[in-house]
């Protein structure tokens, strides 16, 4: 069953004409707003200066919020510092982990985290977990979005925090279409919403920040219909307080746009 004339909106960049193929393929009438470009490792200004104190000792514990951002982060400082160096200055300090995705990144390493977060793993359990504890020195790893109610939160207990961002992937170099797709949402001009990366909806969500707009789009895509190409990008949905309603059988593009022409119309019945 295909898309049948509904609006899809997709934040494709390097395959941006195949996606806006695929979807009229299936009778859908796509808007593909290239949302991300790489950036380069070493523009990551902030994830060096965290590996330098790191090292200096000026942290008592490291939050780690995701597991693709931890990740991200421990391949950004290795290309400038020892391996070995690093992982004794974790040692000397407290691990917090979000949930089981940090958590895991960090037994990658060999590593163990001091604090887990409890079930559901947001911000406000973060807070709860910790209110009680002794660190004040804090660093916090973020991925492609700040939160700051969480950061406040923290530094009304009385904590020094330092934000560490790291992107992946940064905005595309004009953001018009991004800035156009957050327009198209908020005006109801949008049925589905196809996902192929998390970064994706990271960057819509900073446009749409910057435009002063970010609850209203965050409105429009829990009316939409949400695609996402698998788990990690669903994370990132419900980290964001969203959720996809649905992932294909399998993580690939073409099935994405196929599988969601044949559930979107009935699913946007039951929402609407």
């Keep these: 069953m295909p898309f049948d004339g509904l609006r899809v909106l997709s934040l494709e960049s390097r395959r941006a004409e195949e996606m806006a193929t695929l979807i009229r393929k299936q009778s859908g009438e796509p808007f593909v707003a290239p949302s991300m470009r790489e950036v380069d490792l070493q523009q990551h200004d902030e994830a060096f200066l965290f590996a330098t104190r790191l090292l200096a ?25 020892a391996e ?41 359990e973060l807070l709860e977990t910790m209110r009680p504890r002794p660190e004040t020195r804090l660093a916090l790893q973020e991925y492609g979005k700040s939160n700051p109610d969480l950061i406040d939160g923290l530094r ?39 996902l192929t990366t998390s970064m994706q909806l990271i960057n819509l969500l900073r ?42 059988s399998h993580p690939k593009m073409g099935l994405l746009v196929n599988e969601a022409a044949g559930l979107a119309a009935a699913a946007l019945a039951n929402k609407r």
């Design 84 to 124: 070995a160096d690093l992982k004794d200055a974790l040692r000397r300090l407290t691990l917090v982990v979000r949930g089981p995705k940090p958590s895991a990144a960090v037994r990658e390493l060999g590593l163990v985290p001091n604090v887990q977060v409890p079930e559901p793993n947001t911000w406000r």
């Design 207 to 248: 446009i749409a920040e910057e435009e002063g707009i970010a609850q209203q789009v965050r409105e429009a895509l829990q009316s939409a219909f949400i695609g996402s190409i698998g788990p990690t990008t669903s994370e990132t949905l419900e980290d964001c307080g969203l959720k996809a309603d649905f992932e294909p």
């Design 156 to 194: 009304v207990q009385g904590r020094a925090v330092t934000p560490v961002r790291i992107y992946g992937w940064d905005l595309p170099e004009d953001t018009a279409p991004l800035r156009q797709a957050a327009a198209r949402l908020i005006a109801g001009q949008v049925d589905v919403v196809l």
């Design 57 to 81: 000792g000026d942290f008592d514990a490291v939050i780690l919020l995701t597991g693709v951002g931890f990740r991200l982060l421990w391949k950004t400082i290795l290309t400038r510092h």
